[in-house]
DNA sequence: GGGGATGCTGAGAGTCCGCTGAGAGACACG
DNA sequence: CGTGTCTCTCAGCGGACTCTCAGCATCCCC
């Protein structure tokens, strides 16, 4: 687990980053936003904690930076009670959480816990066609509310159709991407796994989500067939 | 990209329309069970951001109804953490991604992008011609609402001809992009395609799009014939 | 209006493609 | 060591599709 603090003040920073290696965590410091911002770029971190009174590149700034970037880390963001931002601005240029200078090590503990806490179960949503399901995390699928017991091979080949619903997927491509990129068997196997999905998605419902392009590939209705 | 926020407390409610609206979303919010079914059998949602804590019917039952009436817009589950239901419930009951509270606006707005990149895959664009259309991912084609069948070499040549819209293309170049470049047959063989194509895509609709031009080829009307 | 050139069409044959059942090999588990 | 599950191969069947061919229609120039 490891966690970036972003303070200039150095007896904050460094209460903070013994406080944090003492509960196990592994603790990088910034003490501005030009440094900061390059850390994140080569780091991975679990959390970011981020004081808004910077030299140079204030929080404000890093937050946004970071956010237009497509960085999702968790940020917890640092507030002086007087300082000219308040908890709505923290929320709204794309903090998770706020606390106010200033504050206790265990609510500033806690805190990145609850953060951490929430954004690891990071689960994929579940992807549809018409009645047709299938939860890619909980590795579960099913067709209205009936379950659907499946091969793992079935299961992935129908996760990726569903995945590109309403477009042909070559047989080649299906090979390439169910299967691997090297298969070197008998391109017939598709054929063969597809026939197997039909015969636990569609036949028992007497429908057809997985259509035959002839020439061309498989198609997956959008409307589950 | 409509999307419908159905929540209670005023507060919530009001931060997240005021976040997606700065995101250049049409956001409606429905503070009961009741009114949320009501808009969402009159309008067409991208998504549907759902707290499950509701006066009246709670979300549970409205994420049941609404895929009960066949209704598959993307349902993204707000859940308290000392809530009653659980995430494994949210997925069961239809939704397809869930966010515990208290969440950051900017995870919310992740999961609905990620949500409708899912839903609205970026396409090829459509070939038209008048109402005549073809859809080169999805391999399909048709005449207004009317599906058209066609076989792969039909298909090819359609395709060719919407590409060129309102261009004489001769029979060697359509011997060379739609059958092979190294085509030893008849060349008859493309009268013969482009009269099963007519008696598809133009004779049961009373209508001309591919006409002859004696001598050089074959045009394809672009308003369809 | 004749006649050659060009295009259209119906019939049919051969080929290719996809589907399926049977079964072998790999692997996990009791 | 047997049993069951899963993956994959193989061969045969049936049907869809492609293409050829020959005869007929249409156009255009003389």
Redesign the pocket.
Known sequence: MRVLVVEDEQNIAAAVDRGLRAEEFDVDIAENGEKALGLIRHNDYAVIVLDLMLPGRNGYDVCRTLRAAGITTPVLILTAKDGEYDEADALDLGADDYLTKPFSFVVLLARIRALLRRSTPQRSPVLRAGDLWLDPAAHRCGRGDERLDL????FGLLEFMLRNPDTVVSKTELLAQV?DAWFE??P??V??Y??YL?RKIDTPFGRSAIE?V???GYRLDAKGG
């Not at 091969?151 to 079935?154: N, S």
């Open positions: 091969t793992p091979r079935e299967w068997g008998d017939n196997i054929e063969v597809v026939g039909r035959t002839r020439g061309v």
